[in-house]
């Protein structure tokens, strides 16, 4: 079976609407970012992804990569591997959401003042990334310092529905980060 798996988070969320000082953040899950279209089609894969034997050439990271890119065009699940379909409700929206932190700036003393929020640890570095309508780009002008990368976050602020290209990934969000915390169940 093929480890190309959308994760979609390993980190439980209990929907509520959590508020900080003057702002109502709505609590949100990572399927919540995923047009209805592309979340059936990624619940429900295609036979052959189950095809794949573990180990194979087929099912090594950079095969899936090129394998997803190549046939996006073609193929409806490979496209929603790849999709930057939003959606528009959650424009503007203020939002609370847990996920991992991937820097992208940062200064000498690792002051991370730039990332991608993703719903699971080591997307983007040590595996294929996930969708762009599952990866968030976040500014933080302030800047935060983290104990250890594999430690999850709540982040709160206001969500953009914007396409951003970067040599590490690319968002179809973006946050307008106003809180963040580490992540507690």
């Given amino acids: 079976m093929c480890c190309l798996v959308v994760m979609w988070s390993a980190i439980p969320v209990a929907m509520a609407a959590q508020s900080t000082g003057d702002k109502q953040f709505t609590t949100i899950e990572w399927t919540d970012l995923i047009p209805a279209e592309d979340l059936e089609i990624l619940q429900n894969p295609p036979d052959y992804i189950s ?51 991937v820097p992208l700036e940062f200064d000498e003393k690792q002051t991370i003042t730039q990332f991608f929020l993703v719903p699971y640890f080591g997307a983007c570095l040590h595996m294929p990334p996930p969708p762009p309508n599952q990866i968030i780009l976040v500014d933080y002008k302030e800047g935060m310092q983290l104990e250890a990368l594999y430690m999850p976050v709540w982040v709160s602020g206001k969500l953009s529905t914007s396409v951003t290209d970067n040599a590490v990934a690319t968002s179809a969000y ?12």
């Fill in 51 to 101: 095809e794949i034997e573990d180990g194979s050439v087929e099912d090594q990271i950079s095969s899936q990569i090129s394998s997803a890119m190549g046939a996006a065009t073609d193929d409806r699940y490979q496209q929603a591997l790849v999709s930057t379909r939003v959606k528009g409700e959650m424009d503007d929206a203020l939002v609370r959401i847990p996920g991992f932190i």
């Fill in 174 to 185: 973006s946050m307008e980060l106003m809180e963040y915390k580490p992540y507690a169940e």
